[in-house]
């Protein structure tokens, strides 16, 4: 496959011979890894992964994918409001693993660190100096190539670096999977009963598979007992929020109210007074003892 080289790479002097190598958006010329770092990490002109001195472009995402992936991820962050046991990034935060055959610096779409985790992901941090819990791609299929590296390439650097669990979402539905590491350091199919996934790594987050694709919203996901035990504490929550604000919103309403009516009260009283005044004025100066106006 023969694709326009990327501009920015052209810029910094570095050839793909017009081409992407075995039909992956790479450079066909070795890129030193400090040269990534310095260069490529952060570039703000696409984004781009480094394969043991080959640069990777980053494919880009349309609604549908990014739907999917935006409600599971919202439901993975009303777990970990409920439960929180771990830390969630994305925004093209990426991590380095060196492996026994390679090093690789890649940029998950949503990275968890437990923490448990012996490297803790800071407030500032650009970078993760360790290794995700779990690591979740939204999959790349613009070719076959982006597929396989999302469900091939990355799953076997994922598994051999040592992330506990990696879920794959194909909006699709075809290569959809959520792995967990098993004993022998290979990954295996996430336990699943009635089409429900349960990871292991973070205890008692759950979802249905078919709900990425049907994406319930969080009022019917409060009646279904999958998600009742961390989306409808958080429901109540925001909900006695909300009355909370409501109850005083009403208190200041019946203040201002209160107040507007001692207000009025006052003013009829002392309308009231000026009233009498003028009377009893009116009386002396009718009896002679005060002067005329």
Request: net charge negative; with cysteine.
């Amino acid at each position: 496959m023969t694709t326009q080289r990327p501009a920015t790479l052209e810029a910094e002097g570095i050839e793909t011979n017009g081409s992407y190598t075995n039909g992956i958006r790479a450079t066909a010329e070795y890129v030193s890894e400090a040269l990534y770092w310095e260069k490529y990490y952060d570039i703000s002109d696409g984004g781009y992964e480094w394969n043991n001195g080959q640069l990777e472009e980053i494919p880009v995402t349309d609604y549908a994918k990014y739907m999917m992936y935006l409600w599971f991820v919202d439901v993975l962050r009303d777990f970990l409001h409920v439960y929180p046991l771990a830390r969630i990034v994305g925004l093209e935060l990426g991590f380095r693993m060196a492996l026994p055959t390679k090093t690789t610096i890649r940029k998950p779409d949503l990275g968890v660190v437990l923490h448990t985790n012996p490297i803790p992901l800071g407030d500032h941090h650009r970078t993760y100096r360790g290794i995700f819990d779990i690591c979740v791609e939204s999959l790349s299929d613009g070719s076959q190539s982006d597929v396989d590296r999302d469900a091939i390439i990355k799953r076997a650097e994922y598994a051999a670096a040592g992330v506990q669990e990696y879920y794959l979402l194909d909006e699709r539905g075809i290569e959809t999977q959520f792995y967990g590491l098993s004993r022998r350091g290979l990954y295996e199919p996430l336990p699943q009963v009635d089409g429900v996934v349960h990871s292991r790594v973070l205890p008692g987050f759950q979802f249905r598979v078919a709900d990425l694709y049907d994406k319930p919203a969080a009022g019917q996901m409060m009646a279904d007992p999958v998600y009742s035990d961390f989306i409808a504490p958080l429901l109540r929550a925001e909900r006695q929020r909300a009355e909370e604000a409501e109850a005083r919103a009403e208190a200041e309403r019946q203040r201002v109210e209160q107040s507007e009516a001692r207000a009025e009260s006052e003013r009829r009283r002392a309308e009231q007074s000026e009233a009498r005044a003028a009377e009893y004025a009116s009386l002396l100066r009718a009896a002679g003892l005060l002067p005329p106006d």
